[in-house]
């Protein structure tokens, strides 16, 4: 079947620390992945995506690793601020742009 | 640059009534997507559409659920008869990219937050 995501989470962070959001995905089709912030009452906001064929893009404070051996992303957040928190998705895009999104995880920063 | 809209933001109905939900994507892009997205999971996709034609259905509960884009622009989303069940935010997005799925600049609206009692 069709799969994204960890089923947790919660992840609690200090304010100035980094951050790492993790997430499995299945579908060894992918080929291209997106991390999306959702804060309370807003929709999904894009922060980062990569396509299959790197394994780490960079983005402002963001970092997103792939790892297509073991199928696992991961989102670094530098220098994690108030304002990060909020929960993360990460997506896969399959055949045809059908996009499916993992079951999120839920940052929270502490000042 | 005006987002995705979606109307109305709220909505409580009985079960068994029905519901539609709009959404007006932003100029000019081709896909257009509508998920369901349950209090503490991640959106589920319901249906894809390129331009006015369905790309991806294979989610949506036929039975109760229809959705149309007649001129490749705006959107509705209908639920009839209602369940409990589907009470959920139901979050339109669209991108411009030529079914590729949401791609940098992909765009979603802040979804309509339906009750069913």
């Known amino acids: 079947g069709e799969s994204v995501g960890l089923h947790l989470p919660t992840l609690s962070v200090q304010e100035g620390d980094n951050s790492i959001i993790n997430c499995a995905y299945s579908?060894?089709?992918?080929?291209?992945f997106i991390w999306y912030k959702q804060e309370s009452g807003k929709g999904p906001q894009f922060i980062i995506d990569?396509?299959?064929?790197?394994d780490k893009r960079q983005g402002q404070r963001v970092t997103v690793l792939l790892n297509k051996t073991v199928k696992h992303l991961s989102l670094q957040i530098a220098a994690t601020q108030p304002g990060d928190s909020a929960v993360y998705f990460c997506?896969?895009?399959?055949?045809?742009?059908?996009?499916?999104f993992g079951q999120g995880t839920e940052l929270s920063v502490k000042p | 640059e005006a987002g995705v809209a979606q109307s109305p933001r709220y909505k409580i109905i009985e079960k068994r009534q029905s519901v539609a939900f709009w959404c007006n994507p932003i100029?000019?892009?081709?896909?257009l997507y509508w998920y369901q997205q349950i209090l503490g999971q991640g959106p589920k996709l319901l249906i894809q559409?390129?331009?006015?034609?369905?790309?991806?259905d294979s989610q949506l509960p036929k039975d109760r659920f229809s959705a149309e884009r007649l001129k490749g622009v705006d959107s509705t989303l209908k639920i009839q008869p209602a369940k409990l069940e589907d009470s959920a935010v139901y979050l339109c997005?669209?991108?411009?990219?030529?079914?590729?799925?949401?791609?940098?600049?992909?765009?979603f609206g802040q979804g309509t937050r339906l009750t069913v009692v």
């Open positions: 997506a896969e895009t399959l055949r045809g742009g059908k996009l499916i």
């Open positions: 579908n060894s089709a992918s080929d291209y």
């Open positions: 997005a669209s991108t411009g990219g030529r079914g590729r799925g949401p791609r940098v600049g992909a765009f």
């Open positions: 559409f390129q331009n006015n034609g369905v790309v991806d």
């Open positions: 990569i396509r299959s064929n790197m």
């Open positions: 100029s000019g892009h081709a896909t």
